[in-house]
């Protein structure tokens, strides 16, 4: 395509995508009126709503919508053929919500969404039921001229760690097939600054299990000869990080983060972390947090300050969450540690190091002729070219669908930004930056549909 008529696409497009935003506006305010929370203890007939909501504005588009269920909470795939011969391309969001919270910390009803200074406030008006909206208004810009063929997945069970994915995948992973999927549950690097996420961390969860008594004794009679159990715990959780506070597990993986403008001020605003207190770990700061490795110790069993008594105590146990490198293997990664936990046992101890859960990282291949489109659709939607960022955390999705579909250029896109707070109190969407992200979904469409084969 000629430069001349792109630019003319681009500014149909953003025309079109801004005479749409009202109405995408008004059915985001809908679908995050539906308190769709996929945890047990939340009433499962609001995700089924959500599901029914989401089929409806799929099917008003004209594509072939289905809602399957395989063990866990609904989801919807909705799809609708381009022209003979065109890509096919798989969006992917999810209409489930986080849980509220306290409803105190709220400056507005979660479910009520409330517009105040260009952000939309509400549970799930960014994370996700904008990503579903994105998609959406991406499909209502091109009308019957869809330029490509479109699968839509729209999961209902993500909050809850995507349990049945992998056998959604397996049953209905034909209809799902596609030359370019587009995850859009991530976000940008600032207002203003579009990004694509291309490495997010895997994690690993272990507990390990102290024993050095079969039962507990007197403190004052034994101390001094005899080990507790929390004795030898808190030695072999001290012996995970060196001084400097990186992760002392010899043997793992890391890799180096993009070079992106993140100085401590930021980290310190960012985290809440108190004056004096210095950040830990060697390297920048955006390697430490998005490509090294790292643990935090979540959970640990022994006696409450409140009811403790004077016994050496027999069995203690901890529960460590380890983030690794995006290319790090999950289940070498354990082995890893529990070696290393191993190798550090103190006075014989009896240890045990058991895997609780694992789950790969993700490093996309962000190279070739559909990043390339992605690009240029976002430098025309901003005005900028995106920056790669890495996540710290870990979405298992997206190792499942880059395992289940080897092929496909994989984007992760979305409509965070570092205020939207997703998942806490006062989550919002920036509507202005919603805009942008509709438009680019709208502008990577019409590129790949123009893209010779
Ligand atoms: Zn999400």
């Known amino acids: 395509m000629s ?44 995700v089924e709503a959500s599901a029914e909501a989401t089929a409806a504005l799929l099917r008003a588009e004209g594509l ?25 391309v798989m969006l992917y969001a999810h209409h489930d919500v986080q849980p509220p919270g306290d409803e105190a910390l709220w400056d507005s009803p979660p479910f009520e969404p409330t517009e105040r ?12 039921k904008a990503g579903v909206m994105a998609h959406v208004a991406a499909l209502r810009a091109h009308g019957d001229a869809l330029p490509v063929g479109v699968t839509v997945f729209v999961e209902g069970e993500e909050e809850v760690g995507s349990d049945s994915l992998p056998t959604i995948l397996e049953r209905h992973g034909e209809k799902l097939r596609a030359d370019a999927i587009v995850l859009a549950d991530s976000g940008n690097w600032d207002v203003g600054e579009p990004a694509l996420t291309t490495t997010l961390r895997g994690n690993v969860r272990a507990v390990i299990t102290a024993s050095t008594l079969d039962h507990g004794v ?19 959780l001290a012996a995970l990080h060196d001084d400097e506070g990186n992760l002392a597990v010899p043997g793992l993986r ?25 950040p830990v770990g060697s390297g920048s700061l955006l390697t430490r947090m998005w490509t090294k490795p790292s643990l935090t110790t979540i959970g640990i069993d022994a006696p409450s300050v409140a009811t403790s008594s004077n016994t050496l105590l027999p069995t203690a146990a901890a529960k460590v969450s380890m983030r690794i ?16 936990v191993l190798a550090h046992v103190p006075w014989g101890a009896r240890v045990e190091v058991e895997l609780d859960e694992r789950g790969a990282g ?30 710290g955390g870990s979405i298992p999705f997206v190792a499942a669908f880059a395992e289940r579909f080897p092929d496909a ?26 805009e942008r992200v509709c438009l680019a979904e709208a502008l990577l469409l019409a590129r790949l549909g123009a893209l010779p084969a």
Not at 117 to 128: H, T
Not at 254 to 278: F, H, K, M, Q, T
Not at 364 to 387: I, L, M, S
Not at 413 to 422: K, L, S, Y
């Open 254 to 278: 890391e890799g180096v983060a993009a070079d992106l403008d993140y100085d401590e001020a930021r980290l310190r605003r960012e985290s809440g972390l108190l004056d004096g207190v210095e």
């Open 64 to 88: 072939e919508v289905e809602i399957v269920r395989e063990g866990g909470r609904p989801a919807v795939i909705g799809r609708r053929p381009g022209p003979p011969g065109s890509r096919t």
């Open 3 to 46: 430069e001349l008529s792109s630019e003319k696409r681009t500014t149909d497009l953003r025309e079109r995508i801004r005479g749409l935003m009202p109405q995408v506006r008004a059915d985001l305010y809908a679908l995050t009126r539906i308190p769709s929370v996929s945890l047990d203890a939340f009433d499962p007939a609001h």
């Open 362 to 391: 993700f490093a996309a291949d962000a190279e070739g002729p559909v990043y390339d489109e992605a690009r240029a659709a976002f430098h025309d939607a901003w005005g900028v070219a995106p920056v790669d960022i890495g996540v």
């Open 325 to 340: 490198a995006p290319d790090e293997d999950d289940l070498a990664a354990f082995e890893r540690l529990r070696e290393h």
């Open 117 to 128: 200074a260009g952000r939309l406030y509400g549970r799930g008006a960014a994370d996700d």
């Open 218 to 236: 007197h403190s004052g009679m034994f101390g001094g000869v005899v080990p507790d159990a929390l004795m030898v715990l808190v030695r072999l």
């Open 409 to 434: 250029a994989i984007l992760v896109t979305g409509v965070e930004d570092p205020d939207t707070r997703a998942h806490g109190a006062n989550e919002s969407l920036h509507l202005a930056e919603f």
